[in-house]
């Protein structure tokens, strides 16, 4: 027997913040810190966004974050860290492979709003963003 789903759906920049920042995903201690980035000056520079003064509805397109993450090529408790440039569109990507290996189920978050999704959901999809699989938790 088979089950294929398909969805198909437009993911707001919003939806992406929410994942990172409203789900408590980064409360596992393998991430270390995650930094909200936008261009500015034609793209020339960029700046890190904070919470405190910007509204997660703020969220654009063009926004990116650099994922400090423990490394894990390195053995665990090395204290090595990599950083990873990870945009809107290869977050969403990772959204889709998330579901797509079971990582992301909560029916919400399909269909509605990705900010949603459980912590360890929302990790999941950030690993996916970041090393390309699930490789913590």
Not at 117 to 126: E, R, T
């Amino acid at each position: 027997m088979t089950l294929k789903i398909v969805l198909d759906r437009m993911v707001q920049p919003k939806e992406i913040t929410s994942l990172i920042y409203g789900t408590g995903a980064l409360g596992y201690e393998w991430w270390n810190d995650v930094q909200w980035r936008r261009y500015t000056d034609g793209g020339n520079t960029s700046e890190r966004l904070s919470l405190r003064d910007h509204d997660i509805d703020e969220a654009q397109e063009g926004d990116y974050f650099l994922f400090v993450v423990d490394d894990p090529d390195e053995p665990e408790g090395s204290g090595k860290t990599r950083k990873v440039l990870v945009t809107m569109a290869q977050m969403a990507e990772a959204a889709g492979k998330a579901i797509a290996a079971g990582h992301l189920y909560e029916p919400d978050a399909l269909r509605e709003d990705l900010g949603y999704a459980d912590a360890p959901q929302a990790d999941c999809v950030m690993q996916w963003a970041a090393f390309g699989e699930v490789v913590y938790g």
